[in-house]
């Protein structure tokens, strides 16, 4: 894809690529983290501007789960909605069907179209609910 918009294929895109799929979800610093292992020179600043690269491309996405840093996955991925535990940070999915009642009503009475795949939901998971963080 990269080649055929007249950009390059460098081994730091590569890698980076490589890391947001490797990871699942990932924020800028742990895919700065997993790059480093294989190519120690790779500043953040050039993890960033890889990211926005390979989104606008649509190749990764991002979306926010926290106060800090967007989280980023592979474009290609379901959409889904995440679920983000304030207690222990977990991240989980669920199928994006479930929140089309709300995205329906929001189109029909607000002219106002969700980005599924951008929604977190942020609660306390169950393990942390038991008493018992993960």
Same mark, same amino acid.
């Given at each position: ?8 294929? !460098?081994? #730091?895109? #590569? ?6 799929? @490797? ?5 800028? /610093?742990?895919?700065? !983290?997993?790059?480093?292992?294989? =190519?120690? &020179?790779?500043?953040?600043? !050039? ?7 390979? +989104?606008?491309? %649509? ?10 840093? *967007?989280?980023?996955?592979? =474009? %290609?991925?379901? #959409? ?6 304030? /207690?222990?940070? =977990?991240? @989980?999915?669920?199928? *994006? /069907? ?8 929001? =189109?029909? @009475?607000?002219?106002? #179209?969700? @980005?599924? &795949?951008?929604?977190?939901?942020? %609660?306390?998971? %169950?393990?942390? /609910?038991? &008493? +018992?963080? !993960?």
């Amino acid at each position: 894809m990269l080649r055929s918009r007249g950009l390059r294929l !460098t081994a #730091q895109r #590569q890698l980076v690529l490589q890391a947001v799929l @490797d990871l699942g979800h990932a924020t800028p /610093e742990q895919v700065h !983290t997993a790059v480093r292992e294989v =190519a120690a &020179g790779v500043n953040i600043t !050039t993890i960033y501007r890889t990211l926005e690269l390979l +989104e606008r491309l %649509g190749l990764v996405t991002h979306t926010h789960l926290s106060h800090g840093s *967007p989280t980023y996955h592979a =474009a %290609g991925e379901h #959409q889904h909605i995440h679920l983000v535990c304030r /207690e222990c940070g =977990a991240v @989980d999915e669920i199928d *994006p /069907e479930l929140m089309r009642p709300l995205a329906d009503r929001l =189109a029909a @009475d607000r002219n106002f #179209q969700v @980005d599924i &795949g951008h929604v977190a939901l942020f %609660g306390v998971c %169950g393990n942390c /609910e038991d &008493g +018992e963080p !993960t």
